[in-house]
Nanobody, 126 residues
Framework: VQLQASGGGLVQAGGSLRLSCVAS???????????VGWFRQTPGKEREFVAA????????QYADSVKGRFTISRNSAKNTVYLQMNSLKPEDAAVYSC?????????????????WGRGTQVTVSS
């Protein structure tokens, strides 16, 4: 399973971005059985959970810091996971990475995820 995240960039505070994560190397039926998650990391800090969704969709989980502003979703037929980020703040700036968990449960723990994509940089100017 390969994951490729995209959609990062520079945005002003209060603006929006939508990140995408495309999975390859497996059918859409197989990928729909995976839980998916988004994490972020800034230099010198530990990887931070952002959002997750269990297999098949639903049961979204969010970090308190993004709840009400970010939305995770998936289009299984396109093998794609999205992270819609609204009302961005300077503290949201980070490298965002997507991940897939074969167990399908969805979790906030990064070490539970089996596959990771290369991150995409999000920069928020104040």
């Amino acid at each position: 399973v390969q994951l490729q995240a995209s959609g990062g960039g520079l945005v002003q505070a209060g603006g929006s971005l939508r990140l995408s994560c495309v999975a390859s190397g497996l059918t859409w039926v197989a990928f729909s059985s995976y839980a998916v998650g988004w994490f972020r990391q800034t230099p010198g800090k530990e990887r931070e959970f952002v959002a997750a969704m269990r297999r098949g969709g639903g049961d979204e989980q969010y970090a308190d810091s993004v709840k009400g502003r970010f939305t995770i979703s998936r289009n299984s037929a396109k093998n794609t996971v999205y992270l819609q980020m609204n009302s961005l703040k300077p503290e949201d700036a980070a490298v965002y990475s997507c991940a897939a968990e074969q167990g399908g449960r969805g979790t906030t723990r990064y070490d539970a995820y089996d596959h990771w994509g290369r991150g995409t940089q999000v920069t928020v100017s104040s």
